[in-house]
Structure formats: C-alpha cells, structure tokens
C-alpha cells in the first residue's frame, strides 16, 4: 500500500541521495571557504601577570566566581564573538596560574543586538547570582541595561561602550570611547592639519530612530562649531545593502570627507565598494567600526580603501606600546596563532578589570561575590591597567568617569591600511587631547 | 535635492527586482499552493554557488552558475522535502511546508556562517567591475543596466514557456484547475518541480546579482523573501506572474522618491504600511458581506405579482 510506502523509514537509496546532497552541497561551500580556526586556551601555570598586576594574597587564590560573558554567538556580529571570547580565556587562565581568582565564564548570546536574548541572558544570570558580566552591543542595545541594576552586577561593555544612550546608568560602564562623540576632536584636527582640502563633511549611520536623529544633529554641531562646512548626514535601514540613495546625496551635497558610523564592517565596505564606482578619490572616509580587514578586503577589495580611514580605541599585533600590552600580545599569539584584536584586548583587560575589583574587596574584608561590593571598590578608584598606551615598564592605564560612565583616559587613533598593514596617521585621546599626527 | 532622475532609474532597478521575486512566489504559491518562504535559500545559494564559480569562470558565467544553483535547489526543496512533507501529512500540509521553510532559512543561514567561519561567511563574486555610465546626461552604473536586462529577460523567458511550450501548458492547467488536469493526465507533482525550478532559477540568478553589487553573506535571503512575498500578495496569487512588475516598480521608486522626504525606516513604514492598507482593502473587497450588501437589490416599490396569480 502507498501508506506503508511514504510512511516507512529513510531506506538505503535515499540515504545516498541524501548523502549526495550534502556532499555536493559541503563541496560548493569548500570552494567559498579559506578555512576557520579552532581554538582553545589553558590554563597559564607559568603566568607573568604577577609582573604587571598586583597579585597578592588577596587575589583570590584557590575561590571561583562567576563571570557572565554575553556576546553575540550567532546573527550577523558572530565573526567577533570569537574575539570577545579568546581575550577572556586567555585572561581567566593567566589569572588562575598567577595564583588568582578562577573566574568561571557564564556565556550567553545576544544574538548580535536581540534586546529580547539581552533581556533573558541577564535575567539568567541575574537569578544565579552572578556579580559582574561582560557584554556587548551596548549591553545589547539597553535593553540588559534594567536587569544590570535589578541584579546589581557590576558591567562592563568592551565592544560598544556606553554609547550615547546608555550613560550614567547604575551598576553599567563603558569600557572604550564614545562612538561617534569621542572621535570628533581629534578627527577635525587631523583634517586640519593632514587634509586641508576638507571642507565640507557628511555623516553617515544606521537609522535606528530617535537615537539616529540625535546623532546626526549632534554631528552637524560638532562639525560647525569646528569650523567645517556639515553636508548630507544620510542614514540606511540595517538591513540595506545598495547605498545608491545615500551616494548619490552626498555627492549632490558637495562632502569632501565622510564619517561613517554605526554601520557594521559588511555595510561599510559595501559602501565604499559603491562609493568607489563614482569614480571620486579625492573623497576622505573615516569610520568608527571595527576594522576587519579581511571583509573590507573581500568586499570592497583595495582600490576601494585609497582614502578609507578608522578612527577607535585600535589594537592589533604591531601597536602595544607598554610590556603590559606586548606580553599579553605575545601570549594571545602563543594561544590563538593569531594577532589580537581590540576586541580581545578589551575583553581580556576588562576580565582584569573586574578582577581587581575582586581584590579591593577582599583587601578591604568584603564579599566579592556581592556586586554591590564589586562596584564600590571600582568606583572607589576607577583607575585600572591597560594594554593599551604605556611605555616600556609603565603600564597603560584606562580611566572611567563616575559620571558618564564611560572611559575618561583612551589612546584612540585615526589608522589605514597601507601595503596590507595597518598604519596610524594620527594619535589622540579622549577629547582629542595628546594630538599627534604620525605616518 | 538628489537627482531626481537618476533616482527614478535606481527605483526603477530595484523595483524590477522586487518584481521578480514577486512574480516567482506568484509562479510558485500560486500553482503549488506552498508557501516557500525558504525562497531566501535559493536567493543565498545562487549568491554562494556563484561565488564558487567565479573563482574559475568568468562573471556572466557565475551568474548562470547561480541561476542553475537556484533553479536545483528549488527542485530539490519540492521535490525532496515539500513533497515529502504534504504525503506525510496532507491534512496539515499548507502549515507544516510554512514550518519547514522557515527551518530551511535558518539551517542555511546557520550552515553558512558555520562552514565558512572566516570574516562571518562573506564572500565575493569575483571578475566583475561596476562603474558609472551616463546616458542622455542621467547617470548610472553598469550594474543596474545588467540587472534589469536580467530581470526582463528572465521574466520573458518564463513567459514564452508557459505560453508556448506542452510543459507550459500543464502550469496553466495546474494553475487553473489542479483535479481536472490530474484527471486529464497531468501529474501535479511533476508540475510542483518544474514551477519550483523556474521560479527559484530565476531568484537564484538575483542573488547573485546582489553579491556582485556588496558581497554574499549568509543573511542576504531574508530581506528578499520578505519584499517577494509583499509583492506577490499585493500583485494577487491567482493573477499571470508578470502582473507583478507593477506594484514591484512602484515599491521600487516610490522607496527611493520617498528617501527624498524622510528616513529609511519612516520610508518602510510608509510604503509597507501602504501596502497593508491595499491588502486589507481587497479582503474587505472580497469579504461575503461586502458582496451581499453590494449585490443585494433594492426592495422593489409594489409587491410582485404571483406566477401562480389570480390574475
């Protein structure tokens, strides 16, 4: 009967042709593949960070914490959860063979900016008693923002900062400037003194609503008051992919310079693959977004890139500075096979960060699994050292301000990518202070 | 003020894209009755397979690499999966294909991304160089002209089959009336398959026209099922598959005059929220009371007079 036939179970011929198709269908994406990397990191017995930090006998030998880490394990910011991840292992495992704290990650996804996924990742380890997390995307676009407090875990976002909507929020830190308003001052002083030719200069961002229109007004302030000419400040739904319109307004509206912000690094080197099309090269692009030069490779490809520019609290492989920020360097190489990102140093730093305040407070006698504790020893001095900026022996340092909540003290750079390698062409702080061209 | 023009012209190709879609979901809904929201999957596997084929063949032929790509996978959804599916369970069918399409989308998505870890699965379609040219003093790229002698053609060549070919005839018997056409010989089945491979071929060769333009990237089939299916449902599924080009282009242009105004994401609102009013409108339209209160006669002004009267 025909019921006994469609009903019976996978028979041999079908499991060849469905073994066919996945052969067949593994094959054809082998050919777009180059290959990922695993990896994987232990613990660190002969760990040096005892040279860097103070690990005393109140690091926490021989106790475990939790360390909720939320990052964005799958959707479109996937590619940099790995990144995220390694500064952490890495971290957690020198600590524990410097005789400190184990730190025992907690991780969950946010799946790349999905409030709701936020929302339960924090109520997750909120209801376990977690006392401090990592998380990014702006801990996941505010949403995580009301379970930090609720939960009372000291935060910190290494990948998005506090942003310009999540400032001043109880128990929740920004970890790396303030994209775009952190980049301005130093960037029109680069246009001044490196590019003379800049006039006149656009803005282009996601529109992500009310937040967009006040990112853009506060550009065209900024941009003013520098004493530049604002031109079109344009947005694009996320979720585009064919930037004529925005071309096409900004080329009407006479910018010589472009920044770029918010865009992730696949919009933005479709971008400039479109923008590249109008034939101009005289047009200057300066860009928030992490730099990932492979993607900007792929899709944009090099011809595209002349005059592209990133503009962030940058690291890499070549920029550490300090011997804090060469051996963790050195280490992330010896575990991973790879450069580290600014990413993964500032997840790793901010695993340190949090350790730290862990310290304060069995210094002081305290219960460092209370995140209440965790907060007041941070705030008590936030003051913290960082692979980034230093000099030789004297570690960086990055600051927090108590009242913004975001970063007070950040090496930041203008960098470009000439000959494959990445190249800084001016160097600055928070604020544009310590302005330096360079390259 | 953008180039009012030039805009038009960038509505207009991407507007005939949307068309394309549309009219493919129309080819495919509207015969098959399945609603092949995993048409994103043949949209990322052209993208992907051209990807492949342009590492060793030059860019028209990664474009036909895809359109096959598009055109097979959407057999082998049908055939393999759908099909198999609705035997299984034909009471529930129309849900469950729904269920198993939405799957479909995130299986690929997810294999893509997990397959090719490096740099997120974004991939590039090699050997093609875009650039501005100006007729007649408006300016374009040579990509649009590509893509919407790509679209006319597609919609032609599918025009041409089901109009002047035996197998075109099924479809329009299918289409018409799948239990009469069954009686008379044609198998529905094999009917599923052909609209599935034409339909998807043809969204499979747009995909790739949408990596030569950024990249391919394991999430670029959503956005398009979604729009396809907007556009479909609009267009009507029971009306000829290239009635789709209309509301198609007036989506395209109207998004692009309407950038002009206000933000994407007003721009969105706007149009789809046009487009619902349109949807609900028609299902007013169509509703038995709208029928019966439009149809119902006027009370006539003096009682009829019996057949069987006295006279």
């Known amino acids: ?70 990052l964005p394990s799958s959707g479109s910011g996937s590619a940099y959860a790995s990144e995220m991840k390694n500064g952490v292992e890495l971290a957690v495992a020198q600590l524990t063979g410097a005789g400190a704290l184990e730190w025992r990650p907690q991780y969950k996804d946010n799946k790349s900016g999905d409030p709701q996924a936020g929302i339960d990742a924090t109520k997750d380890l909120g209801l376990t008693g977690t006392p401090a997390m990592l998380c990014s995307y702006i801990a996941d676009l505010g949403a995580q923002v009301p379970g930090i407090a609720q939960y009372q875990m000291l935060t910190l976002d290494g990948a998005g900062g506090t942003g310009t909507f999540a400032q001043s929020k109880p128990y929740f830190y920004g970890a790396r ?61 996320p979720t585009n992919s064919d930037y004529s319109a925005q071309i096409r307004e900004i080329e009407s509206s006479g910018a010589n310079a472009v920044i770029i912000s918010v865009l992730d690094d696949v919009s933005i080197a479709a971008f400039l693959k479109q923008y590249a099309v109008t034939g101009r090269k005289d ?118 301000d108590k009242s913004t909540h975001s970063v007070s003290k950040r090496p930041s750079g203008i960098y470009t990518q000439k000959d494959g390698k990445v190249v800084a062409v001016a160097t600055f702080d928070v604020s544009g202070s310590d302005f330096r061209l360079d390259g | 003020m953008r180039d009012t023009v030039g805009a038009l012209i960038e509505g207009s190709a991407a507007g005939l894209g949307y068309a394309l879609l549309g009219a493919s979901l129309i080819l495919i ?31 028209p032929m990664a474009v036909a690499t895809g359109v096959v790509a598009g055109g097979v996978s959407g057999a082998l ?38 397959l090719l870890s490096s740099g997120g699965g974004v991939r590039k379609v090699s050997g093609f160089s875009d650039q501005q040219i100006s007729l007649l003093g408006v ?21 041409l089959l089901l ?13 018409s009336n799948r239990e009469l056409a069954a009686v008379h010989g044609v198998n529905p089945r094999h009917v599923n398959v052909l609209v599935f491979t034409l339909g998807c071929a043809a969204v499979g060769g747009l995909g790739v026209f949408a990596a030569l333009r950024t990249s391919a990237t394991p999430d670029m089939g959503l956005t398009p099922a979604f729009y ?59 509703s038995r009371w709208f029928v019966a209160h439009a149809t119902r006669r006027r009370p006539a002004s003096r009682p009829a007079v019996g057949v069987g009267g006295t006279g």
């Not at chain 1, 990191?41 to 106790?63: C, M, N």
């Not at chain 1, 069995?362 to 001095?381: I, M, Q, R, V, Y």
């Not at chain 2, 509207?30 to 990322?44: D, E, K, P, S, W």
Request: net charge neutral; aromatic share 10%; charged share 15%.
């Open chain 1, 283 to 400: 047009v200057v692009f300066v860009s928030t977004t992490n730099f990932t030069p492979k993607t900007y490779q792929t899709v944009a490809g090099s011809d595209a890139l002349t005059n592209y520019h990133f503009c962030y609290d940058y690291f890499d492989g070549t920029t550490a500075t300090s011997d804090f920020g060469s051996y963790f360097t050195q280490a992330y190489q010896d575990a991973y096979k790879t450069d580290p990102t600014s990413l993964s140093a500032n997840f790793y730093e901010d695993t340190l960060v949090l350790w730290e305040c862990v310290r304060r407070v069995n210094e002081k006698g305290g219960d460092p699994s209370k995140g209440s504790e965790l907060l007041a020893a941070f705030e008590a001095n936030p003051v913290f050292p960082s692979v980034y900026g230093g000099s030789g022996a004297e570690t960086g340092v990055i600051s927090f």
């Open chain 2, 139 to 159: 300016t374009m790229t040579k990509l649009n002209l590509w893509q919407v002698a790509y679209v006319l053609l597609a919609l032609l060549a599918i025009q």
């Open chain 2, 228 to 286: 396809g299916f907007v556009i479909a449902f609009v267009t009507g599924l029971g009306r000829p598959f290239f009635h789709a080009l209309v509301p198609g282009l007036a989506v395209g242009v109207t998004e692009r005059m309407l950038l002009n105004l206000m933000s994407p994401a007003q721009t969105q609102v706007a149009i789809f929220g046009v487009l619902f009013l349109l949807l609900v409108l028609r299902a007013a339209l169509a």
């Open chain 1, 1 to 70: 009967m025909a019921i006994n036939r469609h009903s019976r179970g996978l028979d041999r011929r079908h499991f060849l042709q469905l073994s066919g198709l996945v052969v067949g269908g593994s094959a054809v994406l082998a050919a777009c593949g180059d290959g990922g990397s695993g990896s994987a990191v232990t613990a660190d017995t002969s760990s040096k960070l005892g040279e860097f930090l103070r690990i005393d006998q109140y690091a926490g030998k021989g106790t475990q914490l939790d360390l909720g880490v939320v």
């Open chain 2, 29 to 59: 809904v509207g015969t098959t009755g399945r609603f092949h929201f995993a048409i994103g999957v043949n949209y990322l596997l052209g993208a992907y397979a051209a990807v492949a084929a342009s590492l060793v063949l030059p860019w």
């Open chain 1, 177 to 237: 400037i303030i994209i775009p308003d952190d980049i301005y001052p130093g960037t029109f002083q680069w246009f001044k003194q490196a590019q003379p030719q800049v006039k006149s200069i656009a803005h282009l961002t996601w529109d992500l609503g009310p937040s967009t229109t006040q990112l853009l007004d506060s550009s065209r302030e900024a941009i003013t008051s520098a004493g530049f000419s604002a031109a079109a400040h344009v947005s694009s739904a």
């Open chain 2, 163 to 175: 109009v002047t070919t035996s197998a075109g005839l099924r479809v329009r018997g299918v289409r």
């Open chain 2, 77 to 114: 959804i049908e055939a393999g999966l759908y099909d198999r599916v609705e035997r299984s369970a034909p009471a529930s069918a129309l849900l469950n294909i729904f269920v198993v399409a939405f799957a479909l989308m995130s299986i690929a998505e997810g294999a893509l991304r997990l």
